[in-house]
């Protein structure tokens, strides 16, 4: 991080990101959870501290932090709603790059549930969580910049678009996540979408493309 010699462009600017894939609690030893690595959320938080802002990580993760960046720890998709919309406030930039669950089981079982004697299949009956990029879109002030990612396996423009209208972000930083491309991986590729521009991004590791998708932020907020 230190290798880059940017100027601290995002100086008195405070950035809220979230990061990592939520797990929605089964049975005291089961989770629904899913394959993101957390490191492109976590690669923003750091890459946003060393540009000069006050940062806030709301994380499913344990990754290197630097010590400006400020810890939020949460597991499920309801504990990261309610850390977000505590933060957000107090933030000018929201990213929202957490692989949130879209269903959570609608009741959690306080025992283990056992095999039954007379049953070889299991209905786990799944309700939907909020979305918290769309309630933060709807929240946002003229001057907050509120950003998300778009997972993709197909249709990865036309899917993206569709997502900053309905969520009113401002970005919406779409990957595609084909054959598993974007999770759990060292490099991403992604395209930036605004109501305006389109642009798509060099295949880079996730640091370095933090740094970029930072730059264009901290650009398009100060026009
Ligand atoms: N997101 C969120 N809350 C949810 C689901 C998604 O805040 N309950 C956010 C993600 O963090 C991401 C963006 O919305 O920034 C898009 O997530 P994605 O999974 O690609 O889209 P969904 O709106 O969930 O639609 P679908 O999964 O059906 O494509
Ligand atoms: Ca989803």
Same mark, same amino acid.
């Given at each position: ?18 990061? =990592?894939?939520?797990? &929605? ?12 690595? =957390? ?28 010590? $400006? ?36 089981? &609608? ?29 933060? =879109? ?12 778009? $997972? ?21 930083? $779409? ?24 642009? &798509? ?23």
């Amino acid at each position: 991080i230190n290798s880059f010699k940017q100027d601290k462009i995002l100086t008195g600017k405070r950035v809220l990101v979230s990061a =990592g894939g939520t797990s &929605e609690v089964i049975d005291p030893v089961r989770l629904l959870t899913n394959r993101s690595s =957390g490191k492109m959320g976590t690669s923003l938080a750091n890459a946003a501290a060393a540009l000069g802002a006050a940062v806030t990580l709301v994380t499913t993760k344990d990754l290197p932090t630097l010590p $400006a960046v400020k810890i939020d720890h949460v597991s499920s998709a309801q504990e990261m709603a309610t850390a977000m919309a505590n933060h957000f406030q107090q933030a000018d930039i929201i990213i929202m790059a957490a692989a949130v669950a879209d269903f959570r089981p &609608e009741h959690t079982s306080n025992q283990k549930i056992k095999k039954q004697d007379n049953s070889t299949t299991l209905d786990l009956h799944l309700v939907q969580n909020t979305d918290i990029l769309a309630k933060l =879109g709807q929240k946002k002030n003229a001057s907050q910049y509120v950003a998300g990612f778009a $997972a993709e396996t197909t249709n990865l423009v036309a899917n993206a678009k569709t997502k900053l209208a309905h969520k009113n972000a401002d970005l919406i930083i $779409a990957n595609s996540v084909d054959n598993g491309r974007g999770f759990d991986q060292p490099n991403n590729k992604v395209t930036l979408l605004t109501n305006s521009k389109q642009i &798509e991004l060099a295949d880079q590791d996730k640091l370095t493309l933090a740094f970029e998708i930072l730059t264009f932020i901290q650009q398009e907020q100060s026009k």
